[in-house]
């Protein structure tokens, strides 16, 4: 069964989620872990999900200080004021806690459909990243010592953990 939403005329609230938006909330957002700060906007006449934000835990130290977060709304509920009213959420909880700013909680693509829409809630560049290949024929003798030398001090159940 198809839904119709229509939020100029039948508007939406905010909440912080519950237990019975963790699935929404998952479908919206599935790249955010847990122990985030999840708020969701629920249309007013289906009271169903029509977006959700997400704020992490950890503050980036790097001045301006602040969390990473997530927004997502669903296509037929955007440029109706959803998103950033789940901004304004998210940053009034963030200044609570001393943030200092806000950040997209993963790597956005320079020219892509995503910074667009980061842009368009007025977020700007913080920084870029630079990728380079290397070979690692050229840099592996070079590190073989050094790890063999720190190895002991690396837990065997370490693990990498991606940054973005």
Known sequence: MAVEFD??????SLRPATETDV???RMLLPTI??????????????????GAAAMLPRMRRKPPAGPGMAIHVIEPCRQAGVG??????LSA???????????????????SA???AWQWMGFVPAESVQEHMLPVDQFEPQLAPLLDRLQHRIPHNAQVIPLY
């Open 7 to 12: 939020i100029a005329r039948s508007g939406f």
């Open 23 to 25: 699935q929404a909330c």
């Open 33 to 50: 872990g847990g122990g985030a700060i999840w708020i969701v906007a629920v249309d007013g006449r289906h009271n169903l999900v029509v």
């Open 84 to 89: 950033g009213s789940l901004l304004d959420e």
């Open 93 to 111: 909880a963030a200044a609570t806690s001393g943030a200092q700013a806000l950040y997209a909680a993963h790597r956005v693509e320079i020219g």
């Open 114 to 116: 995503a910074m667009r």
